[in-house]
């Protein structure tokens, strides 16, 4: 859904009730990097790198080199017919309504 908030692309909101103080409410998708892996051309002007406190990089971008690069991986990975990854999160209705997380901004001005 648009973000009421100017400029800032997509958004994640509660509709309904509260979410009360460290309850998971989305998984952060994407391409993980060991800290030893390069990832230089993917995080060119991408807002969308998470830095794990363990120097693990997540990559949640769902567009550009970044998406080729999941769709690779998750092609590559598989057991037999069965995928080991959900790429779900690339379309506009993922499987997992909480893979959303590189969407979710911590608002604090009351919206």
Avoid at 69 to 87: A, M, N, T
């Amino acid at each position: 859904m648009a973000s009421s908030l100017p400029g800032a692309g997509l958004g994640v909101f509660v509709t309904r009730g509260q979410v009360p103080k460290g309850v998971p409410v989305a998984m952060y998708p994407g391409t993980i990097y060991q800290a030893d892996e390069p990832i230089f051309f993917q995080s060119i002007r991408n807002p969308f790198v998470f830095r794990c406190i363990d120097a693990v990089l997540i990559d949640g971008n769902d567009k550009g080199l970044s998406r080729l690069v999941f769709k690779s991986c998750s092609g590559r990975d598989r057991l037999g017919p069965f995928h080991l990854s959900d790429s779900s999160w690339l379309t506009l209705g993922p499987e997992n309504p909480l893979a959303v997380g590189q969407y979710v901004n911590n608002c604090s001005n009351g919206k």
